[in-house]
T-cell receptor, first 112, second 113 residues
Framework: KAGVTQTPRYLIKTRGQQVTLSCSPI?????VSWYQQTPGQGLQFLFE???????NKGNFPGRFSGRQFSNSRSEMNVSTLELGDSALYLC???????????FGPGTRLTVL | DQQVKQNSPSLSVQEGRISILNCDYT??????FLWYKKYPAEGPTFLIS?????DKNEDGRFTVFLNKSAKHLSLHIVPSQPGDSAVYFC????????????FGAGTRLFVKA
């Protein structure tokens, strides 16, 4: 069974640009969560989707948004990028909340 | 507002000895706790979990202890092996907040051969 896949794996952008990250969950999983990992901050929860509906949202500004499609694939978008948005963005899928989450390898975003 | 805290950013242990990683939480509504392990360039992988109705869960070399009155949990690895060197994240979730999982900042474990 294929694991969680995230594309792209690495991304370099400049301040002010916008970016879209993609996550394909494990087949059959309907819940997708997004996290931001920065040094010393651990994994900060961004949002969680289940059956195309956002169930939970973390404390991030409105520049961070996401969506989930009918095939459970999810995208997150960050608009007007800031230097502080440089981080590893991780996606995790589960059958449904609150089951165990399986993480993808992440997308490393660098904002210059 | 850090609801899950891992106060030790790093820990160094000799191979064969015990590794003890600690985690504290502030929200008494958390009812399920998890430990994840992360290697560089990979996503975190689930290691072991414990429900709030238990005080201990064991899986091979890994044991998690939960002290609800102190809002503290710990992960014991015995015996430690060089392959255990990784970042370990403590996480918690509960009904409050719709089961979203809150992670600590992580502890980097070095196991020396």
């Amino acid at each position: 069974k294929a694991g969680v896949t995230q594309t792209p794996r690495y991304l370099i952008k400049t301040r002010g640009q916008q970016v879209t990250l993609s996550c394909s969950p494990i087949s059959g999983h309907r819940s997708v969560s997004w996290y931001q990992q920065t040094p010393g901050q651990g994994l900060q929860f961004l949002f969680e989707y289940f059956s195309e509906t956002q169930r939970n949202k973390g404390n991030f500004p409105g520049r961070f948004s996401g969506r989930q499609f009918s095939n459970s694939r999810s995208e997150m978008n960050v608009s007007t990028l800031e230097l502080g948005d440089s981080a590893l963005y991780l996606c995790a899928s589960s059958l449904a909340p609150p089951n165990e989450q399986f993480f993808g390898p992440g997308t490393r975003l660098t904002v210059l | 507002d850090q609801q899950v805290k891992q106060n030790s950013p790093s820990l160094s242990v000799q191979e064969g000895r015990i590794s003890i990683l600690n985690c504290d939480y502030t929200n008494s509504m958390f009812d399920y706790f998890l430990w994840y392990k992360k290697y560089p360039a990979e996503g975190p992988t689930f290691l072991i979990s414990i429900s709030s109705i238990k005080d201990k869960n064991e899986d091979g070399r890994f044991t998690v202890f939960l002290n609800k009155s102190a809002k503290h949990l710990s992960l014991h690895i015995v015996p430690s092996q060089p392959g255990d060197s990784a970042v370990y994240f403590c996480a918690a979730r509960g009904v409050t907040g719709g089961f979203k999982t809150i992670f600590g900042a992580g502890t980097r474990l070095f196991v020396k051969a």
